[in-house]
């Protein structure tokens, strides 16, 4: 027995796969006959994938206008990628694999056995939704599913990514026919007739030597082909437009962080000048006052310890008329002691405001100091500012001159390159540490 696959993008009507409604084409008595394989919600699907990836994003962002809130949102309504992605298979057609028939049943069994090996086997290409229908016409398989990539340096470090999904998978693309998805579909179609063959059907390859065709029909199947190339090709340069995207992106969010980390820079650096220029004004007004103090405790402790010695040394014997107990008693020993307080206390002012004065200029130095570091600093971002845009105008003239697709294909095979690099430096290490245990 020799049959056709059909192998197909559909539009991804989840309601319609799980039959909330029915169209003209659905015998909804049979539609109990359908199976089941999986229907979770795409929101929660997005929240599993994504969320760590998009908190990690969203925490390195200095500005809020660079955050994303929704992930599922900004995909759904941006123009890059589609949310999810929705296959088709069939083997046969009604004529020879009628859903009513022998050889229907059979195909159910295949594809069946087909589909439970699918998510195995294709781990970046997440299923949420999957149907087996035998309400219509030709037993058919919808597999709903969002590709994703990890381990992005640009962007969410886990998004969604068909390219890079089916890149992962070991699909790398070539020429223009021989993309990613054509070369992933090519290969599921192998492991289908696999399947097939195991119950006894070989797979009927069909070309263009196909003589039991009409014309008509012979010309419709080429331009499904064409439009399949083009839809193909489509993806391709929405991959290719989103990698330059994120490129882009990731520029000019290197080139917002390095002006947000020259405004503060500035905040910063004019706030130590005035902190500076305010401290210098009080070493100013100390310095003064230090001035003005100076001539009159020159000499003031040795003054003081002049007048602190023995007073019978210093002072004069009493009068005749007072004798010399009561006149240093009562008069000589409390001046002397005045004198002695008012004299430390003049100096001890004195050095209270010197030790100011000195941690003024301390405090002034270190001002200037960091003035100067936070100077060299911001001439140091401003001249990486000038780098960077170098940079982005370099690029946006190697992607004019070059071409997008050729810039993607360099692009890809240097981040090809940093993997096997990274795997090798892995294996290096877990060799190494096995050899030393």
Request: with cysteine; charged share 35%; net charge neutral.
């Amino acid at each position: 027995m020799k049959r056709t696959i059909s192998f197909m993008t559909g539009k991804g009507s989840v309601n319609h796969n799980s039959r909330k409604f029915h169209a003209k084409n659905t015998d909804p008595e049979r539609s109990c006959l359908n199976v089941e394989y999986c229907n979770e919600n795409i929101k929660d699907v997005y929240h599993e994938l994504f969320d760590e990836a998009l908190a990690r994003y969203n925490e390195k962002q200095t500005r809020s206008d660079r955050r994303i809130d929704d992930y599922y949102e900004k995909i759904r309504s941006g123009k890059q990628e589609k949310p999810f992605h929705e296959i088709i298979l069939q083997i046969g057609d009604k004529d020879n694999m009628g859903a009513k028939t022998e050889n229907g049943q059979l195909a159910v069994k295949v594809l069946d056995k087909y589909m439970q090996d699918f998510q195995r086997r294709n781990p970046t290409l997440r299923v949420f939704s999957a149907y087996l229908h035998m309400d219509e016409a030709t037993p058919h398989l919808h597999i709903d599913f969002v590709p994703y990539t990890t381990g992005s340096k640009r962007g969410l470090d886990t998004r969604v990514s068909l390219k890079q999904a089916l890149s992962a998978l070991g699909f790398k693309g070539g020429t223009r026919r021989e993309t990613e998805l054509n070369q992933w579909v090519a290969y599921e179609k192998e492991q289908l007739a696999a399947v097939m063959l195991e119950h006894g059907i070989e797979w009927e390859k069909k070309g263009t030597h196909e003589k039991h065709l009409s014309v008509l029909d012979f010309e419709k199947k080429e331009r499904a082909k064409e439009v399949a190339e083009l839809e193909a090709k489509k993806a391709e340069l929405q991959e290719e437009n989103a990698t330059f995207q994120e490129i882009n992106e990731d520029l000019h969010e290197q080139l917002l962080q390095v002006d947000d980390e020259i405004r503060s820079l500035q905040e910063d650096l004019q706030e130590s000048r005035q902190e500076a220029e305010k401290a210098q004004k009080q070493a100013d007004k100390y310095q003064k006052r230090m001035n003005e103090l100076a001539p009159m405790v020159k000499n003031m402790e040795k003054l003081a310890a002049d007048f602190s010695a023995d007073p019978e040394q210093t002072l004069p014997e009493a009068a005749v008329m007072e004798s010399a107990k009561s006149y240093r008693e009562k008069k000589a020993k409390p001046l002397v002691k005045k004198i002695v307080q008012v004299m430390r206390s003049v100096y001890s002012a004195y050095l209270d405001i010197s030790n100011k004065f000195t941690k003024l200029q301390a405090a002034y130095n270190r001002e200037r100091s960091g003035n100067e570091r936070l100077t060299n600093r911001l001439e140091e971002v401003l001249a990486e500012n000038r780098e960077l845009r170098i940079v982005a105008a370099d690029f946006g003239r190697i992607k004019a001159v070059v071409g997008a697709e050729q810039v993607n294909v360099v692009i890809n095979r240097a981040r090809q390159q940093e993997r096997i690099e990274a795997e090798q430096k892995w294996v290096a290490r877990r060799k190494h540490n096995r050899d030393a245990r």
